[in-house]
């Protein structure tokens, strides 16, 4: 697993319990200090989700931190922000951070009650928001790579100059994508082919090894050779100690508040890594030889600080 880089994901949830923003700015800080921590993760949502602003965590973060990259993901509400306004955004993040963000982003869920609520906000359906998602991501890359004029459906602008701006040229951007296991080969394709064709790397979650290694094989069946190697994410709730009775019940209490839709607690075993640091362990091996190249490890608890604590003591000497 020496190729493998671990990402910890930032407690940024604020419902049902909230850390507040000095703990995550702690956490993020003793994080960067430990060299095993590769990435420092925060979600993204305006409304149907309680999440802190994404934006405002990535300028504290890009001044409080000076080594481990900056993740967004997934940038959910990409599509209903302007292009222009996020391009000038990330420019200065990324000159804030000395080059250190990455941009993992996803069009999001088209269903449920706060969804709807969202969309409607906004003034949107799904549909548009999903083109608005696609055509934002082929923006920002190209603008970001230097002065540029576009035209598409919904931003045209004229010799753009965000400079100095970016240090990444361009900014590496990752697609989210996570085909239910029952998905059709038709949606399964839809869904990986947009990865194909708009991201650097690939973000997923809620996936076994097995379910990793087919997704991952048809992913470069689906990508020219010609647009270099793609980054593999697997997003993964990790609650890691030495009495296993203690871990389980921690991660369960955890996981009911905060359930993913259509992850029952049962199905946990095989899609997150919880247990002995061996165990866990165990599973991040097989994820990374089914082709994952960085885990976003997200604590499964009900004490952040103090299983971060264990994971960065017990679990990152396992994968080094």
């Not at 839809?190 to 996936?207: E, S």
Request: with cysteine; proline share 6%; net charge negative.
């Amino acid at each position: 697993m020496s190729d493998l880089t671990t990402g910890l994901v930032l407690p940024v949830r604020h419902r049902p319990v909230s850390y507040g923003h000095d703990t995550i700015l702690d956490l993020a800080e003793y994080a960067d200090a430990q060299p095993g921590w590769h990435t420092l993760w925060v979600a993204d949502s305006i409304m149907a989700l309680p999440f802190l602003d994404s934006g405002v965590l990535l300028a504290a973060l890009a001044a409080r931190t000076r080594r481990a990259r900056l993740g967004i993901g997934c940038m959910a509400s990409l599509g209903f922000r302007h292009p222009v306004t996020v391009a000038r955004q990330w420019a200065d993040l990324d000159a804030l951070s000395k080059g250190r963000m990455l941009l993992a982003a996803c069009p999001g869920n088209g269903t449920g009650r706060s969804v709807e609520r969202e969309l409607k906000v906004f003034g949107m359906d799904y549909r548009e928001k999903v083109a608005r998602f696609e055509e934002a991501v082929t923006f920002l890359r190209q603008v970001s790579a230097g002065a540029t004029s576009f035209s598409g459906a919904y931003t045209e602008v004229d010799e753009l100059d965000l400079g100095p701006g970016f240090v990444q040229r361009p900014l590496p951007i990752w697609i989210a994508a996570n085909p239910s296991p029952r998905a059709s080969a038709a949606t399964v394709d839809r869904l990986l082919g947009r990865v194909a064709r708009l991201g650097d790397g690939w973000m997923t979650f809620n996936v076994t090894p097995a379910q990793l290694r087919e997704r991952v094989n048809r992913l470069h069946e689906l990508r020219p050779e010609s647009d270099g190697p793609l980054e593999v994410c697997v997003f993964l709730n990790t609650n890691v100690g030495l009495d296993q009775n203690a871990v389980l019940t921690d991660a369960r209490e955890r996981w009911f508040q905060t359930a993913p839709r259509g992850v029952r607690v049962e199905d946990l075993d095989g899609i997150a890594a919880i247990g002995s640091p061996e165990r866990a362990a165990d599973l991040i091996g097989r994820l990374a030889e089914a082709g994952a190249t960085h885990l976003a490890i997200e604590p499964l608890s009900t004490d952040v600080p103090r299983q971060v604590e264990a994971l960065t003591d017990l679990l990152l000497p396992q994968l080094s």
